[in-house]
């Protein structure tokens, strides 16, 4: 018998009003790359999968026409991509250099660790996350 086994995530996917702009951003502001680069034949629609410095994939796509609401980060629903850091406070200097809109001051992570929010050019949320290593 064979067991299905989940090794973790794979990509989140991001619907962006302006893919080649944020795909721009996330590359030269948080060190992402363009690994792949798709379009449907005769589509105008352009989907990138971008490639994080540890291998983790992320997908910029094309949004549709629904209005964004107004999120929390208790918003029901997928609420923000943490991105693991080594060092918060270069983070931190890093992102201001670029003129990133906070979502607050550094505070503790759940789990340990400290946390801080931030938004990408779009308003999606993110967060630097400053860990140690995981315990059983």
Known sequence: MNELTFTGVDHPGLAAE?????????????????WFRHQTAGSPK??????????????????????RPERT???????????????????????DQHGVRWGGEPTNAIGGGRVRNFYDPEGNMLQLLERGPLSA
């Open 46 to 67: 352009v989907v990138w999968m971008l490639r994080a410095p540890d291998n983790t994939l992320l997908e910029i796509m094309p949004r549709d026409e629904t209005v």
């Open 73 to 95: 980060t208790w918003t029901p629903g997928w609420s923000h991509v943490a991105l693991r850091i080594i060092d918060l406070e270069q983070a931190i200097r890093h992102l």
């Open 18 to 34: 302006d893919v080649e702009a944020l795909t721009e951003w996330y590359c030269t502001v948080l060190g992402y790359t363009r």
